[in-house]
Nanobody, 117 residues
Framework: QVQLVESGGGLVQAGGSLRLSCAAS????????MGWYRQAPGKQRELVAR???????NYADSVKGRFTISRDNAKNTGYLQMNSLKPEDTAVYYC???????????WGQGTQVTVAS
């Protein structure tokens, strides 16, 4: 069992930055990857970024060059650094983790990111 708690959302102006945090607890050894999804009203849920236990990183084209995913293994915490934010980045952001079978089995509660124009 893995529990994920995310934080760091808020209201920022276009061009600003935010850093989201995702604290994991429980069976950390069972996590093969962690990532960030987002969902805006009326839009499909989108995988924003993912990092595997082996260090492979993937980004959605919409955030490449602006967002950075990272983790601090000693703190069991993952991060999403979001720079040069745009109004279209407005969404609820969810931390998620892939378990032993690589399914997205674990999810945080979501945190709202609002980017004002």
């Amino acid at each position: 069992q893995v529990q994920l708690v995310e934080s760091g959302g808020g209201l920022v102006q276009a061009g600003g930055s935010l850093r989201l945090s995702c604290a994991a607890s429980g069976s950390i050894a069972s996590i093969n990857a962690m990532g960030w999804y987002r969902q805006a009203p009326g839009k499909q849920r989108e995988l924003v970024a993912r990092i595997t236990r082996g260090g492979i990183i993937n980004y959605a084209d919409s955030v490449k060059g602006r967002f950075t995913i990272s983790r601090d293994n000693a703190k069991n915490t993952g991060y999403l650094q979001m720079n040069s934010l745009k109004p279209e980045d407005t969404a609820v952001y969810y931390c998620a983790a892939q378990g032993a079978k690589w399914a997205w089995d674990y999810w945080g509660q979501g945190t709202q990111v609002t980017v004002a124009s």
